[in-house]
């Protein structure tokens, strides 16, 4: 992919007048020397490997090796059969679909790192729960994810998405940057109101840190894709609505890149601050070392 | 920046938790497999640093075994990977902290007579960094010659000779030494997988050791 900024992809959408999932298809074709359809094929692949995540994981009570975390999304569906969520059948199912891929993904079930495995619950469940409830064709799901994935592979170029470069910014906060981006796309939003919705999503999760308790992807990470899900989906309600960002979009990653530089180690996934250190979190450590025998 | 497919953020399919502690962890088993590449029956693995912290939550141990044992990265069965091979093999795990290693990495001593390290480099990306005490450099992304030779000149374009009479492209190049005019070993990344001929004649060559042609992985 030779696109390296916002501003190019922007540019290449005016002169070409073409979509942002249709630059990623021709780009990617191009690259990895296949034809467009066959990089259909391939993100419909993943597109079919999440929606199997979603399912194994919302029938699943099964734990992790910890015995921490793994009935949540169980939890939550029960709980919806009873009382209806305050904002509606689409937020019941954004939430309980990003914490059962999460799940899925702790007690090693198969899921699609997106952009990482940490972060694997966000982009699936906003795209794949909205094209439930509103019908969305598998044609404009796949356009969907080409968009996210275009989205976060220019982000990738400015910054590593891992937690050790940029904390849980460069995961998660990535993550709900390229479900916004996808979500707007879905929803027929111009090239220009895609870009605007992952600046608002990015420009919202600065400065978010990475303190796993005991280093595993359990605490606060499965909960998180939740969150994260339904921050996506605000950030491109506004940007449908016409609201821009005050601050482009690569300036915002820029920023983005730079927090993760000002940020302590000790908050980038080494667990060594933050909820990591938490007198709860120590006293997990000692419990978890005792399981490992 | 070096390109990148927009498949490198969506994707691996792969099984949880952590792409570097699970998916790399089965990816370094692979290249183990792909490096050995002949059948065994007992394996050491040495899991340095954060590999052997939070291995355990992670299924480090068990990705790495299963790797090995020739699991993709998205098979569901690797959780439960010991009850399925059961005493087939002799398998063991060590768990060291030594900050001279990177946080991520493991030795896979295989019957006993071959150790390959390498590292878990991040987003399932790894790199193979010695076979025994020889240092070499391969991150699994290429069909790969790999050869130990007595440091010598001309052994370079000896080799390179052979590979171009087939009409194979070398995508990188990387030597390494012990010390001068002692073991040397070289990996050549091609785009195709060298054929069978073209081992047997770097083999036939003077002062070379040790010659293997390492798949890359999927």
Sequence with gaps: MTLLSFDELLATTIEKNLSISEIAQQEEALFLELSVGDVRSKTQENLIAMREAIQNGLKSTEKSVTNWCGDDAVKMTQRYKKQKALLGTLFE??????????????????????????????????LIAVSEERNISEDKQIDALLTAGLIGLIISYKVRLAGAVAGCQAECGVAAAMAAAGLTQMLDGTPQEILQATALALKNILGLTCDPVCGLVEVPCIKRNAFLAVHAVTASELALSGIESKIPLDEVVDTLKITGQLMSPLLKETSQGGLAKTKTAIELEKSLSKLKG | ????????????????????????????????????????????????????????GHGTDKGLLAGLLGYSVDDSRIKNIFDIIKNEIDYSFEYVEDISRFPNSVDIIIDGKRKISGDSIGAGEIRINSIDKFPININGNYDTLLMFYKDKPGMISRVSDIIQKYEINIATLHCGRNSKGGIASMCIELDMPAKDEIVEKVKALKDVFFVTNVRKLK
């Design chain 1, 93 to 126: 199912k954004i939430t309980t679909y990003a914490i059962a891929t999460a799940e899925e993904n702790l007690r090693m079930g198969r899921i699609v790192a997106c952009p990482t495995a940490g972060s694997c619950g966000i982009v699936p469940s906003v």
């Design chain 2, 1 to 56: 920046m070096e390109q990148q497919s927009l498949f490198s953020v969506i994707s691996p399919i792969m099984v949880g938790p952590s792409s570097s502690h699970t998916a790399g962890a089965v990816r370094l088993g692979l290249m183990a497999r792909n490096i050995y590449n002949a059948p065994f029956l007992k394996v050491k693995f040495i899991l340095y640093n954060s590999f052997a912290t939070t291995g355990f």
